[in-house]
């Protein structure tokens, strides 16, 4: 019964049967940094000159590790002082070592859950707003992909408003426009920036 319900938690954490709040937070957080660095990189990149979508996709690509290091690895590091201080106090209150228990075991998953929630939102995030880039030369133009990157950006930052007000019973509709707007205001902005 254990290792049947071990993969059950697992698949639940995960995401099939709804996450943690804090994960949720975290992906959804760290991808609306992933998707505007995505518009900021993307628009930056043509309008610097860059040549051709692949260069534009490796450099997005540069940004996507550094933003899912950092996702993972800061909230690892965050979560296990929180982890720690809460067994600490636990086991206070209760004149008992926690380690090797359930309660540990339980934490030590939700960390696990939380630095992967944080990694993949950025990931998300970025490489999404990348993919018209494949496509350049072939069938969009650097234009016409950077315009179709910032528009998967803005829908991807449109899906996670849309998202969590589902969550919270607000209006999905208004939700999603105030996230996808973000968007759009990067966008502009990184056309009046100078050079």
């Known amino acids: 019964m254990g290792a049947k319900s071990d993969p059950e938690s697992f698949l639940e954490r995960a995401g099939l049967d709804g996450i943690g709040p804090i994960a949720r937070r975290y992906f959804v957080s760290n991808g609306f940094d992933g998707a505007l660095t995505g518009v900021g990189v993307t628009v930056g990149a043509y309008l610097s000159g860059v040549p051709d979508g692949l260069t534009v996709i490796k450099i997005g690509l540069g940004g996507a590790v550094g933003l899912t290091t950092s996702g993972v690895w800061s909230v690892w ?7 720690r201080a809460e067994l600490h106090d636990i086991e206070d209150a209760m004149l008992t070592d926690l380690s090797e228990t359930q ?12 630095a992967l929630m944080s990694g993949l939102g950025p ?3 970025l490489v999404l707003p990348l993919v018209p880039f494949l496509f350049e030369g ?14 998967v ?9 849309a998202y969590m007000a589902s969550i919270s019973r607000q209006r999905w509709y208004v939700a999603g426009i105030r996230m996808g707007l973000a968007g759009i205001v990067v966008a502009i902005i990184s056309v009046f ?3």
């Open 103 to 114: 309660i540990e075991r339980e934490k030590t998953s939700d960390q696990v859950v939380n």
């Open 193 to 195: 920036l100078p050079g």
């Open 123 to 125: 990931l998300f995030g």
């Open 153 to 161: 950006a803005v829908g991807v930052l449109f899906a996670f408003g």
């Open 77 to 83: 590091e965050i979560e296990r002082a929180e982890m």
């Open 138 to 151: 072939a069938a969009l133009s650097l234009f016409q992909a950077t315009l179709l990157s910032v528009a």
